[in-house]
Each structure stands twice: as structure tokens, then as C-alpha cells.
């Protein structure tokens, strides 16, 4: 970010700080928080566990990630939501809700699908769905990533931004713990703990099915909260005259006013986009099918990981949107950027632990809640970037370049573990975090333009 932008974060009184969380609009952030959060896990960790007891192979759940791609291209129809009105809803809801209204509801119907498919003998069914859901929920985190910059000032985001991660990580709490909790039980006999190396042996279908659906109604949280929000002000933008200046205000304008307004350093702005998250992304792939090659049982997952371990994320959450106001975007992107690369390192030594459950209570507090500071800084800079007239295609064109190499090359974790091991491939992630701290220190250095 830049020295500017650090200077706003006044001095204030913690009181003021912390009223600032219970503001109508960070409290709209929390609900619209958990309606985001909820798909992700379900087409990603928790389906990779769900793959790995199924009996699939590390390189093919590796290969399977791929389906978070679409995140990282939602920037290519993102013009189209921050401008195109969906016939009836849009004059109803709004621009915003509209298209979160329509994004949601899709989930709902991809993730009923997912619940239905058995990945033994439908993958390409569980595929396709998870296509689906993830290129809804793109959809979905475009529009409100849109409504989150328009409901506030800039000053503000840090705190919408930690609000929102909240709701976000209690939805990972329900997607993660709570989903294997379901499927638990689910279960038509209490499962024992699996034997490592032996995945598929405790595998069973309508278990899934039942948790899966108990996921698509809990979207209604989300469809709920849209229906009685209130929409932002809209931003006018001059009416177009015909469907070439339509086109070239929708397409190209909101990428050329960011370069306009950072020039040279649109570039190295961009770099740092692309790898901030890098050591997270590359190494949660893995880290469910690492539980169940442990012998973890859906129990102990559900508890350790997906509970303790999201309670350290919100902690750091909160830490990390306080710390921003008080200190400045910068200072917290790099504290982030150091504690996540090094808690990589906690799981290669968990990996010599074998079933140990206290390690892993202590590994996860850890690397969750360095997570927490690096998110909620770092979703505070990528809205300081994004002017509220292209918020929408600005901030999809940010997050997606947040993913898109992560996830590429997140997609052959599986088959570099099956070549070497866990602790090398986490030592690893480890290592790809260390350049990201010299691009944080040369972008710090520049001061970024007005919104």
C-alpha cells in the first residue's frame, strides 16, 4: 500500500475502534461474510477429504483443485455483474443484490447435485458441480466485494473487512467442522479411526448426501440477508450511446484506470497481488488429505482443524483490521506475509508427530491465526486500490490475480507429495513466501493514487 494511505489511520481511541464493528453495515458484512465462505470449503478442503476417504489418489485431488481456478477468472466476466442488469431482479434489488440474489441460489442448486453424486462412480457429476458452485460463488464474491466498497469509506474497510472475515470463517467453521461432523454422524455405524495409508475402507455415500444438503440450506443465511439489506448508492457513470462506448466502459476502462492511476507501478502492484497468498493456498490442497493419511478421524478434524483452528483465525482476523487502522496496511501485510510462511514449518514437523492431536491443536492455532492478520490486512489494501466507479471489476481483477498462479500451482501438490513427501512439500510452501516479503518492501515504498 503506501505511506498515504498508512497516514489516515489516525489517532483514535480504541472505543472508537471497536464501535466501528457494530456499524449496520459491518454487521451486513458479517451475515454476507458467512454466505461467501460457505462454498468454498465444499469445493475445495472439505471435498479434497471427501475424495481422499472415497479411495482417489493425492495426484488426482492435487489435479482437482483446479476447480478454484475459476476464482481466479472472475475478473473475465466481472465487467458484466458490475454493469449488466438482470431483466426484473435488477429494478426489484438492485444491482448488487440482484446479482447475489441469482449467484446464491445457483450454490444452493450445484451443491444439491454435489450432495447426489457418489465420487466412486460419478466423479465427472461431483466435477461438474463443483464447477458450478465455484464459478457461482466467483460470481457471488464479485458483487459483494462491490457491495462492501460501496457500503463504506476507505477507513472503514479494514473494519468491514475483519467483520467480513468473521462471518467468512464461521462459515468455514459449518463447511469444514461441521459438514465431516454431519457426515459423522451420518454414518450408519460409528466410524474408528481409519488406518493410514488404507483411504476408502470407512467411506459412506448417503452420510455425505446428508451433509451436503444440510450445506445448501444453510445458504439461506445469505438469501435472507440480501432480501432485507439495503442497496448501496449506486455510482453514476456517463449512459452510453451505443454498444462499442458500452462495451468500452464495461471492458476496458476499469483496467485502464488503475494503470492511469498507478503507472509504472501498477506492475509490481499486480506482483504483489499475484503472490501474497502463495505458501497458504499451495499448502491447504494438501492438508486434508494429510489428516487422513495421519489417521485423523472426521471427529478429530472437525474439532482441531476446522474449529480451534478457526477461532485463532478469527482473533487474528480482528488483530489484524484493529492493528491496520492503528498502524497502517503495510506493517500488517508484512507481519502476515512472515507468519504465514513460517507456520508452514509447523506442519512438516507435525508430520513426524504421526497421530498426535495435541501437536495438531497447537500447529493449527498457529498457521490459523497468522491467516487471520495477513487476510484482513490484506483485503483492506485491495480495496484501498479499487475506485468505487469499476469496484466491482477492479477488486475481481485483484482477488483473481490473488489465485490464479496459487492455484495453477497448487493443482500438482498431490503429485509432488507422491514424489517426495509431506514435510519436504511443506518446507517448500514454506520457501515460495520468502520473495513475497522483498515485493512488500518495495511496494511499500511507493505512494499509491487517490481512489
Not at 462492501?148 to 467483520?163: K, V, W
Not at 451433509?211 to 440450506?217: D, P, S, W
Not at 485463532?312 to 488483530?319: C, E, K, N
Request: proline share 4%.
Amino acid at each position: 500500500m503506501s505511506e498515504s494511505f498508512d497516514d489516515k489511520a489516525s489517532k483514535i481511541t480504541w472505543a472508537e475502534t471497536l464501535r466501528v464493528y457494530l456499524e449496520p453495515a459491518s454487521l451486513r458484512m458479517f451475515a454476507l461474510g458467512f454466505s461467501a465462505g460457505l462454498p468454498l470449503l465444499l469445493v475445495l478442503g472439505t471435498l479434497s477429504f471427501r475424495l481422499r476417504e472415497a479411495g482417489l489418489d493425492r495426484t488426482t485431488i492435487g489435479y482437482l483443485s483446479w476447480v478454484g481456478l475459476a476464482y481466479g477468472f472472475k475478473w473475465c466476466w466481472a465487467p458484466l455483474v458490475d454493469r449488466l442488469p438482470i431483466p426484473g431482479l435488477t429494478r426489484w434489488l438492485g444491482r448488487r443484490r440482484s446479482w447475489l440474489l441469482v449467484s446464491q441460489l445457483c450454490i444452493v442448486l450445484a451443491l444439491c447435485g454435489m450432495a447426489l453424486a457418489d465420487p466412486r462412480s460419478q466423479l465427472d457429476v461431483v466435477v461438474w458441480c463443483a464447477l458450478a458452485v465455484a464459478f457461482a460463488s466467483a460470481t457471488q464474491d464479485i458483487a459483494l466485494d462491490a457491495f462492501r466498497i460501496e457500503s463504506a469509506d476507505a477507513r472503514r474497510q479494514g473494519a468491514l473487512a475483519a467483520t467480513y472475515q468473521t462471518g467468512y470463517r464461521l462459515a468455514m467453521i459449518w463447511a469444514g467442522a461441521g459438514v465431516l461432523w454431519l457426515a459423522a454422524r451420518a454414518e450408519v455405524a460409528p466410524a474408528v479411526a481409519a488406518v493410514a495409508g488404507t483411504p476408502g475402507a470407512l467411506y459412506q455415500q448417503a452420510a455425505w448426501t446428508t451433509a451436503y444438503l444440510v450445506m445448501a440450506a444453510s445458504m439461506a443465511v445469505g438469501v435472507v440477508t440480501v432480501l432485507f439489506s439495503r442497496e448501496p448508492s449506486r455510482v453514476e457513470l456517463p449512459p452510453a450511446r451505443n454498444l462499442a462506448e458500452w462495451l468500452r466502459g464495461a471492458l476496458i476502462e476499469p483496467f485502464a484506470d488503475f494503470l492511469r492511476r498507478y503507472r509504472g507501478h501498477a506492475l509490481l502492484i499486480l506482483l504483489l497481488i499475484g503472490t501474497y497468498r502463495i505458501s497458504d493456498v499451495v499448502m491447504g490442497i494438501m492438508a486434508n488429505p494429510f489428516y487422513v493419511d495421519m489417521g485423523y478421524t472426521k471427529d478429530e478434524v472437525a474439532a482441531v482443524t476446522k474449529v480451534y483452528g478457526v477461532i485463532m483465525t478469527l482473533v487474528g482476523a480482528f488483530v489484524g483490521g484493529a492493528l491496520s487502522l492503528r498502524l497502517g496496511v503495510m506493517r500488517v501485510l508484512m507481519l502476515g506475509a512472515i507468519l504465514s510462511a513460517a507456520s508452514n514449518l509447523l506442519f512438516a514437523w507435525l508430520a513426524g508427530h504421526g497421530h498426535d492431536v495435541t501437536a495438531l491443536v497447537m500447529v493449527i492455532s498457529a498457521d490459523n491465526l497468522s491467516a487471520g492478520v495477513a487476510s484482513a490486512a490484506f483485503i483492506a489494501y485491495l480495496s484501498s486500490l479499487t475506485n468505487v466507479s469499476y469496484s466491482a471489476t477492479q477488486y475481481a481483477l485483484f482477488s483473481s490475480m490473488m489465485l490464479l498462479a496459487p492455484k495453477w500451482l497448487a493443482g500438482y501438490s498431490g503429485a509432488f507429495v507422491d514424489a517426495f513427501d509431506y514435510p519436504t512439500f511443506f518446507m517448500s510452501t514454506a520457501a515460495l513466501g520468502v520473495p513475497v516479503l522483498v515485493i512488500i518492501a518495495l511496494a511499500s515504498r511507493w505512494t499509491a493514487a487517490p481512489r
